[in-house]
């Protein structure tokens, strides 16, 4: 009761002091401030009372007896800033950029005239070094992210000075100094954009929605929470005064895969002796007939035939006892076996009749074959019956049809439209972005098909008051083949069935609601209202249900058998090299679900010209579903779910009452508050700020590890009673809840401008962040039916970092900056595993727990080039040196050395993501005629991994490097002007030079003797390997 107690209390808290500041919501840093001064150009003495206008918005002020005047609350964009008094020419200054979360400084010097003369127009100067910037933050403006080859948030993340991209078989992860790739926290809007449950960005952003993107990598203010490493804030575009748009088509694919062959041979593959039986006849039937018939096999009818071959069975094709023979090793048998085909794809052994020969032609003669018992085949009426008198009718067979589908690699197709404008006047204005994509990928028949729909709304109720709505909409479906074809995490064995790979359906939503009210020009607030909603489904168990129409999703309380008499088909290995699955489902489903709601509310005030002041605070409640289910056999079934009864019962599609009493019901919520005060000198900026965070996990876990569940008599679990026993539901032992956790966080930045062209900068700070929903609730139910048994602990500590950065910047020219940073962080309460033996200890298991020390640091070094009114080269360069060193790169390291028999981990090793050296670059060139240039390149060194990662001794952890990697983009761009509109061709290529990176080394033994990343020829795994070229085409029209 206590802890509810405190929830509550703190709650009314937080209520009562937003309701003081007016108050019910906020969006992290999305605006940005006007500030300056007006004197007399020949006096330079201010000059009070001045208006001051953003022309083609509604915003003036008048400056104070100072000359001081400010905008806060300004959207990023380009605006026009007018000054104008009596006795005085009027100024007008063009070009102002405006960026998030930082102060555009605009000085005025106004010339006396005793007429009235026409107003000068100027342009404003766009200083490169920031001198309010405290913290290390690359912002990437729209223009450069339509230009670049690029199409993804990611991947222009990636770029970035500090940020190391890994890959594998599985996909990339994106990790910011050091850090775990789950330690980033992405905002839409200032609204969350994470997957609350596995972390990382949820749903597809259209980049052509940006308006900006800020990469904050060091140092962020107190008004960001629950990130440890880093914040990738998105703004979108605003409507705007005149109509805008853009319509864009490309279309491509990607060449052959550079790496190992796809599929091999189907034709010669090793065979498993075990599978070989001759006390009988056997009847086989090929795959790809086995596939054109479409028959489902019940009862008795699943023993007509023993095996499915891969290709054609071939004469002599018999396993040899004792070793791993091929066909040209049989044939060089004495006795072999040979196969009739009894109706086209349809064969029988012929251990006992072997096939006749004739001796002139060489062909074999058609005679009726005998079974076992001497019984002729029935080939008049397609009979054949087995030796304990089972009939086999053959008929059915006959209704077979050509298999048309084309595993061919699929070419890309991705269509973009985006529109802006007013509706009235400027008192409302819009902005939609679409995209339409179906995007083949470098295996066969993996594809996606997905469509981003973004608008934004923004009204002006009053001069004063501003109230926006934004929304996304994200639907993709694909094919999962790539997952199923490598050598990991399924063995491969999918590899002849791609079409019973898993199809994967994401559906992601996110809309905010935004109340602005600007005070004055110096004072406004905030109002925001932000839900994401997301459901992923991994349909892999593929459950069609008796009428083989309607979808019946797989039940984790019904029985194994009540299930599987609904799958299509029972998945069987292949008679020949039962390596490989080659007919039938694989036994999964997965899916999840969650919806976070967000209230926020900040307070921003410019109360003095020295110091601007921002109060704010949020709460966030998560409604989540987690289900997966992997059912190898009856007595071997992982199960983890947990959530609300109606998130699962949405995922089923039964009645809530169904399935209340299976879920461990948890339904997490947080608060924080914060302060900032931004104090601007001539000699110094600090940003200092101190942040408060509370976490209610509401979840419970048994009291005791040893003793976490209830056991009968006889040591079996003893289940809930109001369960049925195939749901498998324990009853857990004095069931605890977890406690409320918090933090205080204090954040520093200063910024000291040495002169206009030099800065040094320096942030202190502490950042807090709550392990992900998989890591607290996976498996609650203590279910003991699988093998591996794997549970969440709700009442993990936040993870905790500790990090400082301190750098130097230095203008070299007008449109020419440096920057060297150095930087440092000590990462604390990491999530690690350990196994537990209970009093039972048949029921061990392995569950989370805080304790993985790490360590980054490194050095950044940048050069920036800006573009210029007629310069014709712009881009960037940037080197990063990091070390960063931890007792283990995943959540799973301390189960992993406990499975292998290894002694725990006690030292620093090089993390997975411990890339020392990273070179980025990215070049825009305008050339004459209208021609364009963007490239972007990277070269890293190798990544660490382990020679010996089963080695029960002590392995080497990390003690190798992969081969270093390196990939060049680039898109060529031919532009026209007519009738006011530019219209483009272009051409993207990415991975210009087809480079051969190696990413996975699926076995290091192998990988170190052979130079192969795995170790059998037949699981070659094109995913070891980074995508090959790219080619796509496209023209747009701007308007």
């Not at 902005?431 to 729909?453: A, W």
């Not at 063995?491 to 359906?505: A, K, S």
């Amino acid at each position: 009761m206590k802890r509810y107690l405190l929830a509550k209390t703190i709650i009314v808290m937080f209520i009562v002091a937003l309701a003081a500041v007016m108050t019910a919501t906020v969006f992290a840093a999305t605006t940005g401030k006007i500030a300056g001064y007006v004197k007399d150009e020949e006096t330079k003495q201010p000059i009070a009372n001045v208006k001051v206008i953003v022309l083609g918005m509604s915003l003036s002020t008048l400056t104070n007896k100072d000359g001081y005047y400010v905008f806060t609350n300004v959207s990023p964009g380009d605006y026009e800033v007018k000054v104008e008094h009596v006795g005085y020419g009027p100024v007008t200054k063009a070009g102002v950029k405006v960026l998030a979360n930082l102060t555009t400084a605009i000085n005025f010097d106004l010339k006396a005239t005793l007429v009235e003369i026409e107003g000068i127009t100027e342009t404003a100067a766009k200083p490169l070094v920031k001198k309010d910037e405290t913290e290390t933050t690359r912002i990437v403006e729209s223009e450069q992210i339509t230009e670049m080859p690029r199409d993804n948030i990611g991947g222009i993340v990636a770029l970035q000075p500090g940020v190391t991209e890994t890959k594998d078989a599985g996909g990339s992860e994106l990790h910011i100094r050091g850090g775990r790739s789950m330690e980033i926290k992405y905002l839409l809007d200032g609204i969350p954009l994470d997957d609350p449950i596995l972390k990382g960005q949820a749903g597809r952003v259209n980049v052509n929605a940006v308006e900006e993107m800020e990469v904050v990598t060091g140092g962020f203010n107190a008004e960001h929470g629950n990130a440890q490493s880093g914040i990738i804030n998105i703004i979108t575009k605003e409507g705007t005064q005149k109509f805008t748009g853009r319509l864009e088509y490309r279309f491509g694919m990607f060449v052959k895969h550079h790496g190992d062959a796809l599929l091999g041979t189907w034709y010669n593959p090793e065979i498993d002796p075990n599978e070989y039986k001759k006390e009988y006849k056997e009847y086989y039937i090929t795959q790809k007939k086995y596939k054109e018939d479409k028959v489902e096999y019940e009862g008795d009818a699943l023993e007509i035939f023993r095996g499915i071959f891969l290709g054609e069975p071939r004469p002599h094709q018999q396993p040899y006892r004792g070793q791993d023979v091929t066909v040209k090793d049989l044939m060089e048998q004495d006795e072999p076996v040979e196969f009739v085909e009894l109706l086209p794809g349809v064969y029988a052994d012929s251990t006992e009749n072997p096939l006749v020969t004739d001796p002139e032609t060489g062909e074999t003669k058609k005679e009726p074959y005998k079974d076992t018992d001497g019984t002729l085949i029935d080939y008049e009426n397609k009979k054949v019956t087995l030796p304990d008198g089972y009939v086999v009718d053959l008929k059915q067979y006959e209704g077979l049809f050509n298999d048309t589908k084309d595993y061919d690699l699929k070419p890309s197709h991705i269509g973009q439209f985006s529109l802006s404008g007013p509706i009235w006047e400027n008192k409302l204005t819009f902005s939609l972005n679409s995209e339409l994509r179906r995007s083949g990928d470098f295996l066969p028949n993996d594809e996606l098909t997905g469509r981003v729909f973004q608008g934004k709304l923004k009204a002006e109720l009053t001069p004063n008051i501003k109230l926006a709505a934004s929304g996304l909409y994200n639907y993709s479906w694909s094919d999962n083949y790539g997952g199923y074809v490598r050598f990991g995490d399924y063995g491969g064995d999918w590899r002849f069935n791609p079409e019973v790979t898993p199809v994967r359906i994401d559906d992601t939503r996110h809309y905010t609601l935004k109340l602005s009210h600007n005070l004055s020009s110096a004072t406004f607030y905030n109002v925001s209202l932000g839900m994401l909603n997301i459901s992923v489904r991994n349909n892999q168990l593929r459950n069609k249900g008796e009428d083989n129409e309607e979808e019946v999703l797989w039940n984790p309380f019904k029985t194994f058998e009540e299930n599987i008499k609904n799958i299509k088909d029972v998945r069987r290995q292949a008679y020949n090299d039962t390596n490989y699955v080659v007919a039938g489902d694989f036994h999964r489903w997965s899916a999840r679900a969650a919806t976070v709601t967000t209230l926020k509310a900040d307070l921003t005030s410019q109360v003095t010209p020295n110091h601007q002041v921002k109060t704010g605070g949020e709460f966030e409640l998560k409604d989540m579903a987690r289900l997966d289910v992997i059912d190898w056999g009856s007595t071997n079934m992982y199960v983890d779910v947990y959530g609300t009864p109606r998130k699962i019962a949405d995922l089923l599609g039964v009645e809530e009452n169904e399935v209340a009493d299976f879920i461990p019901e948890v339904k997490p919520k947080s608060v924080a508050l914060y302060a900032q005060d931004k104090m601007e000198f001539e000699s110094m900026i600090v940003n200092l700020g101190l942040r408060f965070d509370l976490y209610d996990p509401s979840a419970k876990y048994p009291g005791d590890s040893l003793d976490p569940i209830a056991l009968n008599d006889d040591g079996t679990v003893k289940l809930k009673k109001d369960t049925p026993e195939q749901a498998g539901v324990p009853i857990i032992n004095n069931p605890q809840d977890a406690s409320i956790k918090y933090q205080i966080s204090p954040r520093l930045g200063i910024s000291y401008p040495i002169t206009e062209r030099n800065k040094l900068h320096f942030t202190y700070g502490h950042y807090f962040q709550i392990p992900r929903a998989q890591d607290l609730y996976e498996n609650l139910n203590y279910d003991m039916r699988g093998a591996i048994r794997r549970m969440g602990n709700p009442d993990l500590e936040p993870e905790k970092t500790v990090a400082y950065e301190v750098g130097v910047e230095h203008q070299f020219t007008d449109d020419l900056l440096g920057d060297v940073t150095w930087f440092s962080k000590d990462i604390n309460n990491l999530v690690d595993s350990e196994h537990v033996t209970p009093k039972n200890a048949a029921n061990d298991y392995s569950h989370f727990k805080n304790g993985i020390y790490g360590r980054a640091q490194g050095v950044e070094i940048t050069l920036q080039k800006r573009r210029t009114e007629k310069g014709w080269l712009s881009g960037f360069l940037s080197y990063t040196y990091s070390v960063a060193k931890g007792k283990g790169s995943s959540r799973n390291s301390g189960y992993l050395t406990y499975y292998n028999s290894q002694p725990p981990i006690t030292e620093s090793w090089p993390l997975d993501w411990d890339q020392r050296h990273v070179i980025s670059v990215a070049i825009d060139l305008r050339l004459p005629y209208g021609f364009g240039l963007n490239s972007v390149g990277q070269f890293g060194s190798g990544l660490p991994y382990t020679p010996n990662p089963e080695n029960p001794v002590k392995p080497a952890w990390n003690s190798k490097r992969y081969p270093p990697t390196y990939n060049v983009d680039a898109v060529i761009t031919k532009k026209v002007e007519f009738a006011g509109m530019t219209y483009s061709l272009f051409t993207e290529i990415l991975n210009v030079f087809n480079t051969r990176n190696l990413v996975d080394i699926i076995d290091p033994v192998t990988y170190d003797r052979y130079g192969r990343p795995l170790n059998d020829k037949k699981h070659t795994d094109p995913l070891a390997y980074d995508a090959p070229r790219q080619i796509m085409f496209g023209a747009s029209v701007d308007w």
